[in-house]
């Protein structure tokens, strides 16, 4: 078992990583203030985990739970609503806690309801997505998707406590998966050199799942995070890193439609424009470059955008997102391997190239 605390004063919180942590009531109980419980979960995930969890949830007055239908396309205010639906009807008070068991799309829900009802509940995170493990669980951002733009309309919220069950992984879709390791590699590109190599070396194991080499990656991307989310928790300069690639791949997801490609698909395809941009700004050579594509490829992930989408839609797209600061595009491009920086004022002409060079018409 692994576990590691995210520094951010009295909001600070345990991730406790490793096998059968599910339904283990000593790991919970410490971090559930009330006698009210809440599990958030899906048609998908409920009945392959809630039944393990609840075994760990001992003697409350009130364990509630709300199934809300599975996919990206219902991370909505509606689906939302659903859950503070459930909370009132059941009469859930201001010491309830709410329990994201799920991926992302879940957890994001979960984690802007309890933001939000009565001003704000406790709440647990119980990622079952590589993704959800090493990224979205993380750090506090919860929210839902706007018809004009993903992912617009949230908040900064803090869970009291990650329980990181690496076992859940077992049943993840290998596409799935795959997406996952999307972010995986994008913390040794724009932090973490060493885990870069690492990954090299590794990649094949990680595919497999084998449990000691998925926990040892699981605990580096989450150390790797929650050091920078712990120097910017709210996102006013250096915890932009972490959008590396994201903002060509939100462009990918809004044009394609939400869920037609994965988010860690789109961030694969993204990660390589945003590359391609550094390469153009003089900072990585080409070699980077290769060995970004080949990492992508072994780890089934896509190399470039897709076929359809112009260079127009990027632009229009990309003129959307939360990452335009008073009509000035802010990038993230890496200095070096390991190393990333906020590019405030990126010239279009320069995006325009790395689309080009990268196929996209
Ligand atoms: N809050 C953040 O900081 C942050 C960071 C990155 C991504 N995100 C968000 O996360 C979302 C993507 O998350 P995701 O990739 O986990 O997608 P997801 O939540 O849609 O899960 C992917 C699919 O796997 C299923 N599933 C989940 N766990 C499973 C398991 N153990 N076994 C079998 N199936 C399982 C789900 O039901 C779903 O069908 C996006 O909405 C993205 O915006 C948020
Ligand atoms: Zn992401």
Not at 331 to 339: D, F, T
């Amino acid at each position: 078992m692994h576990s590691l605390n995210v520094a951010l004063g009295a909001r600070s919180y345990p991730i406790i990583i490793g096998p059968k942590l599910l339904g283990d009531a000593q790991y919970l109980l410490p971090s559930i203030r009330g006698r009210q419980v809440c599990v958030v979960t899906n048609e998908t995930v409920a009945p392959l985990y809630l039944a393990r969890l609840l075994k760990g949830l001992p003697g409350f007055d009130k364990v509630d739970v709300v199934e809300l239908p599975d996919g990206e396309s219902y991370k909505t205010l509606n689906t939302v609503n659903r859950i503070f639906d459930a909370l009132l009807e059941k009469r859930h008070n201001r010491t309830t806690t709410l329990i994201a068991l799920g991926g992302g799309v879940v957890g994001d829900m979960c984690g802007f309801a309890a933001a939000c009802y009565q001003r704000g509940v406790d709440f647990i995170q119980i990622p079952t997505t590589l993704l959800a493990l090493v990224d979205s669980s993380v750090g506090g951002k919860t929210g839902v998707n706007h018809p004009l733009g993903k992912n617009m309309i949230g908040a900064f919220y803090q869970p009291r406590l990650v329980l990181a069950d690496t076992d859940t992984l077992t049943t993840l879709p290998g596409r799935e998966f795959s997406a996952g390791i999307a972010e995986v590699i994008k913390y040794g590109l724009i932090c973490d050199a060493p885990f870069f190599l690492w990954l090299e070396a590794n990649m094949d194991a990680l595919l497999q799942r084998d449990t000691a080499i998925l926990a040892y990656a699981v605990d580096r991307c989450c150390r790797d995070k929650a050091a920078v989310v712990a120097s910017d928790e709210r996102e006013s300069g250096r915890r932009a890193i972490l959008n590396f690639g994201h903002t060509f791949g939100h462009a990918i997801e809004t044009v394609q439609g939400y869920g037609a490609w994965l988010h860690g698909e789109a961030v694969a395809a993204g990660m390589v424009l945003a590359l391609e941009l550094s390469r153009l700004c003089g900072s990585v050579d080409n070699n980077l470059l290769g060995r970004l594509r080949s990492l992508l490829r072994k780890a089934r992930l896509p190399q470039r955008p897709p076929a359809g989408m112009t260079v127009t839609d990027f632009l229009q797209a990309m003129a959307l997102d939360k990452k335009v600061v008073n009509g000035r595009l802010r990038l993230v491009v890496l200095k070096a391997l390991g190393e990333a920086r906020v590019a405030e004022d990126t010239p279009r002409e320069k995006v325009i190239d790395a689309l080009k060079n990268c196929g996209v018409r």
